[in-house]
C-alpha cells in the first residue's frame, strides 16, 4: 500500500487547522483558560487519533458558569 506524501500533507493542512479552531471554541466555553486550551490542541494536532480525544473530552465537559 503505497501513501501519497502529497495527500497525507493536504489532509493534516486541512486537519491541523480545524482542531485549533475547535479547541479555541471548545476551550472558551468549557474552561477559563482558552488560550491554554487552543495550545493543547495545537499540539495534539500533529497527534491525530489523540486530537480527536482531546476534542471529545471538551465536548463531554460542562460549559463553565460566566459571571455577570
Not at 486537519?15 to 483558560?33: A, D, E, H, W
Not at 495545537?42 to 471529545?56: G, K
Amino acid at each position: 500500500m503505497n501513501i501519497n506524501a502529497t495527500l497525507l500533507g493536504q489532509v493534516a493542512l486541512v486537519f491541523i487547522p480545524v482542531m485549533v479552531v475547535l479547541s479555541y471554541y471548545l476551550g472558551k466555553r468549557k474552561t477559563q483558560t482558552p488560550k491554554l486550551a487552543t495550545l493543547i490542541g495545537l499540539i495534539l494536532a500533529f497527534i491525530p487519533p489523540l486530537a480527536l480525544i482531546y476534542v471529545a473530552a471538551l465536548v463531554i465537559k460542562n460549559d463553565v458558569r460566566v459571571s455577570e
